[in-house]
């Protein structure tokens, strides 16, 4: 990413004679049509344009988590906009930076894509990532990136954090006693995903553009919680400020989760059948939400992103709701794929 | 990456009844093969195991780079080990690291593979990994990761370093009159893809494993370059406590790269050709090399790793070889590249 930008204020636009996709327009031409979409955010001493970036890191220690959305399993181009990609890969990773308690500060973000790839879908991820960071991160920014060819469309994005001088919100912090609390969504991702594969498919089961368009008008929330998810990034900072004990981002469904931070803490976790909505199964199963769930000493105000949903009892890693046992389940991405590239 | 690494220990070893797929092992189990290779490094504060990690950084800021390695385009498994293409992308990331003068601290690795991948090819560049950091940059480790599913093996590192409190070596800073040197070796992985291209395929044209391993033995030293390359990591510190003025990896060939370096700081670059062995054209165009190239004030003492390849002229992004004019040339991973999956 060492070009310069100038292409990008071509004053041909895009006119319909100009290459449109990134074989016709090769990289630097390309980059030079995404890197101006992006902004560096406040942390960034050196951004895009060097052999690396160089970030703040005021608190003498980072965070970083990585995760990787490949096109089939990860998401469907027939059901999801270039920005919802963005904007996701953005959402997701955020999380994870959140649930340690932390203030995200930056990304980086690689992208392999086909050489038949239109230019404005890589726009598109870049529009979606400044204004998923924008919403859910202010101030963050992405501060460098790798364009690469790959037969599949794949984004890989490695997001950091500052702990402003505190302790990490570890899973094995959790003590008996302590409220089970919840923020975010429940349940709304895996509804989405639910009726995107009822009724935005084809005949013949294949993801259909025109009646995903058609779901989002009637259910813009669920198919949104999906496909564009709006996760609780800010009440990671807030969970760690009012004395959370432990907390993890939700992403492979409310139990699955759960049993890591019950197991990692060395507790059970009892859950109020009340709190979980009508559908108490698919709130336990959904996947997708990127919630964060935290526990908190008996006697702390929660933050207001967060609902008590339980308490942590004696136990080694199992899950009660209402004092009956419940099984784990969420996602595995080997488990039940079956190639299709969507 | 959440869970135990209990599995690992398994008394049975690698039974011939044991699953050795990742879709048949899933991702916890496949996980739990993997994580016991890979060691977090001196600057893990919490490595693999919670939604994030963090790491030291006693500078205050840190320098990151990603880079992604896609089947196909990038690497071919009829030629490449497993261990190669571990090694392979931690020393291409680590090299951009030592390109700002940092000292590289820490790897975070996401993989997306197809269900059908032996967990045997993920535990090989698991070794890798480990390998080429213990050689490379030793105390850096992989301090997180993420495994996904795809139709395509790809690899993504993003890596991470420290500057202890340095300037990062930018590319703009080379003035008129410093010295122009290289650290490493000057085309021999060119050299090593083309006898790769040649006596490695077959009849057809396909890579072939049993020729590129004939190859290997004829052939050491090129086909390492190209395969596994073990760029002069050291030489980034040691060239900023030398003085240098300005630095980047040669990634994309002598020339592309040099002409970046000359356009960032505003200068030409004149090389002397004694200095690039008997094929100039090789040293200048031949990509994958992973050296370093950079400039010093005139009477700098140079780091052992250097040679003086030429010198800063007035210009303004132009090369020269013994004041000759030269075209720049190099890699785009768009160009040429046939979608054939290698």
Redesign the interface.
């Known amino acids: 990413m060492?070009d310069s930008m100038s292409a990008a204020s071509d004053p041909m636009g895009a006119a319909s004679a100009e290459p449109s996709t990134?074989?016709e327009l090769?990289?630097?031409a390309?980059l030079a049509r995404i890197l101006p979409r992006l902004t560096p955010g406040d942390a960034a001493?050196?951004g895009v344009?060097?052999?690396?970036?160089?970030?703040?890191?005021?608190?003498?220690?980072?965070?970083?988590?990585?995760?990787?959305?490949?096109h089939?399993?990860?998401f469907r181009l027939a059901w999801s906009t270039p920005f919802e990609l963005g904007w996701k890969a953005a959402a997701t990773n955020l999380t994870?930076?959140a649930?340690?308690g932390?203030r995200p500060t930056?990304l980086?973000?690689?992208?392999?894509a086909?050489?038949t790839t239109p230019v404005s879908l890589l726009e598109g991820i870049a529009d979606g990532l400044r204004e998923g960071l924008a919403r859910l991160a202010p101030g963050a920014g992405v501060?460098?990136?790798?364009?690469?060819?790959?037969?599949?469309l794949?984004i890989?994005v490695?997001?950091?954090?500052d702990?402003d001088g505190r302790a990490?919100i570890?899973?094995s912090g959790a003590r008996v006693g302590d409220v089970v609390a919840h923020a975010g969504v429940r349940g709304d991702a895996a509804r989405g995903l639910r009726l995107l594969f009822a009724e935005g498919t084809d005949a013949s089961g294949e993801p259909d553009r025109e009646l995903a368009a058609a779901l989002r008008a009637r259910h813009p929330e669920l198919i949104a919680a999906q496909l564009a998810p709006s996760p609780p990034v800010s009440a990671g900072v807030a969970a760690a400020l009012a004395g959370a004990t432990a907390?993890?981002?939700v992403s492979d469904g409310l139990a699955r989760d759960a049993r890591?931070l019950a197991e990692?803490s060395g507790v059970g976790l009892d859950f109020d059948a009340a709190t979980l909505g009508a559908d108490v199964r698919l709130a336990l199963a959904g996947a997708e939400d990127h919630g964060l769930l935290a526990t908190f000493p008996p006697h702390a105000a929660l933050p207001a992103e967060f609902d008590a949903i339980g308490r942590v009892v004696e136990g080694t890693g199992e899950l009660f709701v209402d004092a009956a046992p419940v099984a784990a389940e969420g996602w595995?991405?080997?488990?039940g794929?079956d190639?299709r590239?969507g």
């Open positions: 060492s990134v074989a090769g990289e630097s390309t001493l050196l344009g060097d052999d690396a970036a160089v970030v703040r890191a005021p608190d003498g220690r980072f965070v970083v988590t990585t995760d990787m959305m490949v089939g399993p990860d994870d930076v649930a340690m932390a930056a980086v973000v690689a992208i392999a086909p050489p501060v460098g990136g790798d364009l690469s060819a790959s037969s599949v794949t890989a490695t997001a950091f954090g702990l990490p570890l899973r907390m993890l981002d890591r990692a595995d991405p080997y488990a794929w190639g590239a």
